[in-house]
Nanobody
Framework: HVQLVESGGGSVQTGGSLTLSCVAS????????MGWFRQAPGKEREAVAT????????YYAGSVKGRFTISRDNGKRTAYLQMNSLKPEDTAMYYC??????????????????????WGQGTQVTVS
């Protein structure tokens, strides 16, 4: 099965930028959707951004729209999350995961974390 490894996290000051990477290995990299999720201490895991393999359709949580950009390179089996204008409230463990598209052929992704199967170990982002 697919294994995912995130990297690129770190500590930055408010207003700074980071780029997270998620490399897939093993298995069949055929999931329709790749998603970035985050979980802060004491909070539930939430979807940050998703991207559809075929349509390129993206989803962004309202709190990151306009600041974060998700992309993927299928040839490199890698997904990215460019994060700009970081805020303290962006502090969390960030995870990438593979998951299903929304039924009906809309070319968009479901965003509920329990629907996503393969998960990476996470990379910590701290903004102060």
């Amino acid at each position: 099965h697919v294994q995912l490894v995130e990297s690129g996290g770190g500590s930055v000051q408010t207003g700074g930028s980071l780029t997270l990477s998620c490399v897939a290995s093993g298995g069949t990299y055929s999931a329709n959707c790749m998603g970035w999720f985050r979980q802060a201490p004491g909070k539930e895991r939430e979807a940050v951004a998703t991207t559809h393999r075929d349509s390129g359709g993206t989803y962004y949580a309202g709190s990151v729209k306009g600041r974060f950009t998700i992309s993927r390179d299928n040839g490199k089996r890698t997904a990215y999350l460019q994060m700009n204008s970081l805020k303290p409230e962006d502090t969390a463990m960030y995870y990438c995961a593979t998951g299903p598209s929304r039924p009906g052929g809309s070319g968009t992704c479901l965003v509920s974390p329990p629907l996503y199967s393969a998960w990476g170990q996470g990379t910590q982002v701290t903004v102060s």
